[in-house]
């Protein structure tokens, strides 16, 4: 299993400022992901955050919007850079052990 | 690509009726997740299904995966308010550490 620790859970922050998520996880994994449910949408992939290289993003997402960093085998960090009220969402990360576990999320709201 | 269907998108029920949400895949599931989130939270995990027919339940929570892993259901028995919320499905397309794909979700409202 994994334990993952995810902060902040929420925020509320001004446009034009950006803000870093956390996440540590109990164990070493290989593999972090990160993921983003916008307001009444389903969650999508955001990039996939490997130690040691840059992550891989997904279609529609950007390094320059949501620059990544994975130091360590047990820690990520994913920041929403340069926000607007559309930024505002459910931000989750994610580590697959054989099965999948999720941090509790970090609520967004920007204004 | 992966892509998952799930149905209905949204569903109303009377406290102690019996409801069922499917999900529906593309390609052959590695395996199926079913989580269930209240608005504005993180993912409450409810069950995770591997093998071709295989059945799990908890609680008043039954989830099935049919023999050609293609499709689950996830049904509730006598459904009360605690059970109002967004359920989800998440599919495994294989068996290495790869994210999840997920449906759109159906958001599920319990009447009294």
């Known amino acids: 299993s994994a334990v993952i620790s995810q902060k902040p859970s929420r925020d509320i922050c001004q446009r034009g400022t950006s803000l870093t998520i956390q996440c540590q996880v109990d164990s070493q994994v290989t593999m972090m992901f990160w993921y983003r449910q916008q307001p009444g949408q389903s969650l999508t992939l955001i990039a996939t955050?490997?130690?040691?290289?840059?992550?891989?993003?997904e279609s529609g997402f950007v390094i320059d919007k949501f620059p990544i960093s994975r130091p360590n085998l047990t820690f990520s960090t994913l920041t929403v850079s340069n926000m607007s009220p559309e930024d505002s969402s459910i931000y989750l990360c994610?580590?697959?052990?054989?099965?999948?576990?999720f941090g509790q999320g970090t609520r967004l709201t920007v204004v | 690509s992966q892509e998952l269907e799930q149905s209905p998108q949204s569903l109303i029920v009377q406290e102690g009726k019996n409801l069922t949400i499917n999900c529906t895949s593309s390609k052959t599931l590695y395996g199926l997740y079913w989580y269930k989130q209240k608005y504005g939270e993180g993912l409450i995990f409810l069950m995770m299904l591997q093998k071709g027919g295989e059945e799990k339940s908890h609680e008043k929570i039954t989830a099935k995966l049919d023999e050609k892993k293609q499709q689950s259901s996830l049904h509730i028995t006598a459904s009360q308010p605690s059970h109002a919320g967004i359920y989800l499905c998440?599919?495994?397309?294989?068996?290495?550490?790869?994210?999840?794909?997920f449906g759109k979700g159906t958001r599920l409202s319990v009447i009294a």
């Open positions: 998440g599919a495994v397309v294989n068996s290495g550490n790869t994210p999840l794909v």
């Open positions: 955050a490997n130690q040691g290289s840059e992550a891989t993003y």
């Open positions: 994610s580590v697959s052990r054989g099965e999948a576990f």
